[in-house]
């Protein structure tokens, strides 16, 4: 494909991700794009010939990017090699299902959702040594509405991506359950309001039955497997609940910023920490019930 493909209310189904494999020959446009209702991409792989630099992030370099498309599926797709993002949902995207892909080598983000997209399931995915975060959910001041309802359920995130596990950068009621997070050199997972992008409040994330293994590997950012940070705004009502977060770079857990933190919760959660302090608990009205290693 030497231009986007642009796929519109239809399904496009390969044979298998290894057996139908498509090459954007176009490093700066080569991109699978989504749109209207009910749209399916399904059992294929997608890989650039060459890529370019991250530059501005333009979604023209995305593999696949959905542009407000609703009752959409990613299905069983192999994203090898992008530009910028693997799976961009953007636009106000909405009830689609990212599911069973195996994203790996691109220049942003593994798979990514923002500017109001909402009621998305991203589940029984592998990202793998991807250019930033593994899940991203981000919400930048200039959207009306933050990224909300959103399931990240059974994934498999890890080998050396070069910032965070799992994000969430401004969102509202997003689950987080039985992830698998390894090796990444920022925080494993990250919950955050960040002045710095301008990005909206946080607000009813729930973090359950994770396991967060030696994340936070970067110097001399040092962060922890596990950082809730505000930096502007407010986070509130966060709850960790069963997660197992163990042999952090650096540091266990960390709760602090300049920002706003309200209530975070963490129950029956196990911390087995080597390095570094356990908990940093500089912010916030912080509750701790039948925690080990805290």
């Known amino acids: 494909m030497s231009r986007i493909l642009t796929l519109d209310s239809i399904r496009v189904e390969g044979a298998g991700k290894e057996a139908t494999v498509l090459v954007s020959t176009n490093p700066d446009g080569g991109s699978i794009d989504l749109k209207g209702d009910g749209v399916q991409l399904r059992s294929l792989k997608h890989a650039y010939q060459t890529t370019i630099g991250r530059g501005n992030g333009a979604h023209d370099k995305n593999s696949i990017t959905v542009r407000g498309a609703s009752n959409f599926v990613i299905d069983n797709v192999y994203v090898s090699k992008s530009s910028t993002a693997g799976i961009m949902m953007a636009y106000g995207s909405n009830n689609g299902i990212v599911s069973n892909n195996t994203v790996e080598n691109t220049g942003a983000d593994g798979i990514h959702m923002t500017t109001e997209s909402h009621h998305i399931t991203v589940e029984n995915n592998t990202v793998m040594g991807v250019g930033d975060d593994g899940i991203a959910m981000v919400s930048y001041g200039t959207s009306p509405v933050p990224v ?15 910032a965070r596990g799992i994000s969430v950068v401004g969102g509202v009621d997003v689950l987080i359950e039985n992830n698998k997070i390894a090796d990444t050199m920022m925080a494993g997972l990250y919950i955050s309001v960040e002045g710095s992008y301008n990005t909206l409040n946080v607000n009813n994330v729930k973090v359950v039955n994770n396991t967060i293994r030696h994340t936070g590997i970067q110097e001399p950012q040092n962060h922890p497997n596990v950082l809730v940070y505000a930096s502007q705004g407010t986070i509130d009502n966060v709850e960790f ?3 197992t ?3 952090g770079a650096h540091r266990g857990i960390g709760v602090w910023g300049g920002g706003t933190i ?3 919760k963490f129950e029956r959660n196990t911390l087995i920490n080597k390095n570094g302090a356990a908990t940093t608990f500089e912010k916030g009205n912080i509750t701790l019930v039948n925690n080990i290693g805290f």
């Open 148 to 162: 909300n309802n959103i399931v990240v359920r059974g994934n498999n995130i890890g080998n050396f991506s070069k």
């Open 241 to 243: 609940y069963g997660n």
């Open 245 to 247: 977060i163990t042999d």
């Open 262 to 264: 309200k209530k975070v």
